[in-house]
Nanobody, 123 residues
């Protein structure tokens, strides 16, 4: 059974930083591209970042480019999202997801999903 478990969310002031983690089990982690998405209250889930199975290629949405960094450790079956210079508009539930394809920004291309972790940025 595949499980993706996010952690590291919380409340932070604007301008602060957080690092999210997503631990994967039940799949051959190194064969999947891993993505981060987020969903704010009342809005659709949106793409944030993606990293290729080897970790050598990454992609970001324009809204987080230059502030967020995605990385992975295949030995630990874990993907990370380092978030800096956080803004109130970054407030959302953040989800990690696994895809057999690279690089897609649409939720339909992601096969497995975590349960999400809340990030709240206060002004």
């Amino acid at each position: 059974q595949v499980q993706l478990v996010e952690s590291g969310g919380g409340l932070v002031q604007a301008g602060g930083s957080l690092r999210l983690s997503c631990a994967a089990s039940g799949l051959t982690f190194s064969r999947y591209a891993m993505g981060w998405f987020r969903q704010a209250l009342g809005k659709e889930r949106e793409f944030v970042a993606v990293i290729k199975w080897s970790g050598g290629n990454t992609g970001y949405s324009d809204s987080v480019k230059g502030r967020f960094t995605i990385s992975r450790d295949n030995a630990k079956n874990t993907v990370y999202l380092q978030m800096s210079s956080l803004k109130p508009e970054d407030t959302a539930v953040y989800y990690c997801a696994a895809s057999e394809y690279y690089y897609y920004t649409t939720t339909a291309k992601y096969k497995y999903w975590g349960q999400g972790t809340q990030v709240t940025v206060s002004s």
